[in-house]
């Protein structure tokens, strides 16, 4: 190779390395975001995430020496994880019938709003 395709080989490589750097920071900030956004709309659901990590944790823990405590802990972990993906539910829900009444009062709203330019 000669010089000038070194320089063009090492700009590319540098270009993309600035692509991908800006990529994962992006991403970064976006899961979060998404993950604040979680917490402030729902908040109990991070409450079920560490609940249900603390049983998993304690079944490991107890995998090789305490069958029952191991059952348990399984049994816990289904439990809490069931309670965490219906909070999730019944907040989706609020959000959706939360942003259908906002919806039907801002149509309420725009036919209401009389327009000064309209003739009667």
Avoid at 15 to 28: G, K, P, Q, S, V
Avoid at 64 to 69: L, M, R, T
Avoid at 86 to 99: D, E, F, L, N, Q
Wanted: aromatic content about 8%; glycine content about 4%; hydrophobic content about 40%.
């Amino acid at each position: 190779m000669s010089n000038e395709e070194d320089d063009e080989y090492e700009y590319a490589q540098d270009e993309l390395r600035e692509l991908f750097e800006d990529i994962n920071e992006n991403t970064a900030n976006s899961q979060r975001k998404s993950f604040l956004s979680i917490v402030g709309e729902n908040p109990l659901v991070p409450i079920g995430m560490g609940v249900t990590t603390w049983f998993l944790l304690r079944a490991a823990r107890t995998m090789n020496s305490d069958a029952s405590a191991f059952n348990k802990a399984l049994q816990g972990r289904i439990f809490a994880q069931a309670v965490t993906v219906g909070i999730m539910c019944v907040g989706a829900m609020s959000m959706t019938r939360s942003s259908y009444e906002r919806q039907i009062s801002r149509d309420i709203v725009s036919e209401i709003t009389i327009d000064p330019r309209e003739k009667t």
